[in-house]
Nanobody, 129 residues
Framework: QLRLVQSGGGLVQPGGSLRLSCSAS????????LGWFRQAPGKEREGISC????????SFVDSVKARFMITRDNVANTLYLQMNNLNPDDTAVYFC??????????????????????WGQGTQVTVSS
């Protein structure tokens, strides 16, 4: 059974960078659509980026486009989110997630959370001076 364990995150000043990692165990990530979601205080969880099962397509919501990069390493069985030029609006708990049949949503830059079957434990990212 697939299990996702997140690492990274923490406190960073505005304009800084962080990299989140999401390591899989129990199963390979090959064949899964992978996504990153976040939940800010008092707000609903939102999908922000995804990568298709073959790694050929990545999508980003407008609020993170050109600042964040999603990559997957199927050999290391790990998903990454490189976050650059962070601002206080990026403060949230970040979650990685895996879906078996969500490539179509990723191509459409949509993030139906119910389609993602496996979730990481979440990691706090705080952007503050």
């Amino acid at each position: 059974q697939l299990r996702l364990v997140q690492s990274g995150g923490g406190l960073v000043q505005p304009g800084g960078s962080l990299r989140l990692s999401c390591s899989a165990s129990g199963s390979t990530l090959t064949g899964y659509t992978l996504g990153w979601f976040r939940q800010a205080p008092g707000k609903e969880r939102e999908g922000i980026s995804c990568i298709t099962s073959n790694g050929g397509q990545t999508s980003f919501v407008d609020s993170v486009k050109a600042r964040f990069m999603i990559t997957r390493d199927n050999v290391a069985n790990t998903l990454y989110l490189q976050m650059n030029n962070l601002n206080p609006d990026d403060t949230a708990v970040y979650f990685c997630a895996a879906a078996q049949f969500a490539d179509v949503w990723c191509y459409a830059n949509k993030y139906p959370a119910s389609d993602y079957e496996t979730w990481g434990q979440g990691t706090q990212v705080t952007v503050s001076s």
